[in-house]
């Protein structure tokens, strides 16, 4: 792995991807909207920064030449087809051979045998259309986004995540192939380790085509402790 594109770079998962890159001495480059390309300022002329949406398939072609990994974040901003047009161009313009590596939630199913917590399951009831009739957001989209990719016969990476805090580094996350599994019960991971396990998905040839949901790894009994 030498070179990797990260598509939503200036967010906060895209900006700790930068960080966990970068420290494994890789070339890093990436897509974000103009308007955001502030938040990169930073780290200068250590990355390159390809304005536009993550969608815009002409960006997105130009930012992924070269590149042997990619890692996009699939947000599924407004009613469009945001997500599912940004997976598209990942899976139609990235060199071949590149490992892809994508990211959403725990709420993304690829063979339908995830048992999910009733929290969740309520918040996937209400949450979802309100969202979509304010023209937020449309879950929905991602969850197309995430059938395009389980369809494609690319070196992908599904990781899904649950629910996001922030706080330093706990290690890799662990990992189960299915919500539901009682290493999975703590439903809870820094975003800093999210953005570690994407970045460690690249050289993982064990994950490839798979689909991991990921938690972080220290018990919850220990998350409310004076300096966790």
């Known amino acids: 792995m030498n070179r990797v594109c990260i598509l939503g770079i200036s967010g906060k998962l895209g900006q700790y991807m930068i960080g966990h890159a970068l420290e494994r001495g890789y070339q890093v480059q990436g897509v974000c909207r103009p308007e955001s390309m502030g938040k990169l300022a930073r780290w200068g002329d250590r990355i390159r920064v390809f304005p536009g949406r993550t969608d815009d398939r002409k960006v997105v072609a130009e930012a992924l030449k070269g590149c042997d990994g990619v890692l996009t974040v699939l947000v599924p901003w407004g009613v469009k087809g945001y997500a599912t047009g940004t997976a598209k161009a990942v899976l139609d313009l990235a060199d071949p051979g590149a490992r892809l590596v994508f990211s959403c939630g725990w709420h993304i199913s690829r063979d339908g045998l995830d048992r999910y917590p009733l929290?969740?399951?309520?918040?996937?009831?209400?949450?979802?259309?309100?969202?979509?009739?304010?023209?937020?957001?449309?879950?929905?989209?991602?969850?197309?986004?995430?059938?395009?990719?389980?369809?494609?016969?690319?070196?992908?990476?599904?990781?899904?995540?649950?629910?996001?805090?922030?706080?330093?580094?706990?290690?890799?996350?662990?990992?189960?192939?299915?919500?539901?599994?009682?290493?999975?019960?703590?439903?809870?991971?820094?975003?800093?380790?999210?953005?570690?396990?994407?970045?460690?998905?690249?050289?993982?040839?064990?994950?490839?085509?798979?689909?991991?949901?990921?938690?972080?790894?220290?018990?919850?009994s220990t998350r409310n402790r004076p300096g966790s």
């Open 119 to 220: 929290s969740l399951r309520l918040q996937m009831l209400v949450i979802p259309p309100i969202v979509k009739l304010l023209r937020v957001a449309d879950i929905g989209d991602q969850e197309r986004a995430a059938a395009t990719i389980f369809a494609s016969n690319r070196d992908w990476t599904v990781v899904r995540g649950s629910d996001l805090e922030e706080g330093p580094s706990e290690g890799l996350p662990l990992w189960s192939a299915h919500v539901g599994d009682p290493v999975l019960a703590s439903n809870r991971t820094r975003r800093t380790d999210f953005a570690l396990f994407m970045v460690a998905a690249l050289t993982d040839p064990s994950l490839i085509r798979q689909a991991p949901a990921i938690v972080s790894r220290a018990a919850p």
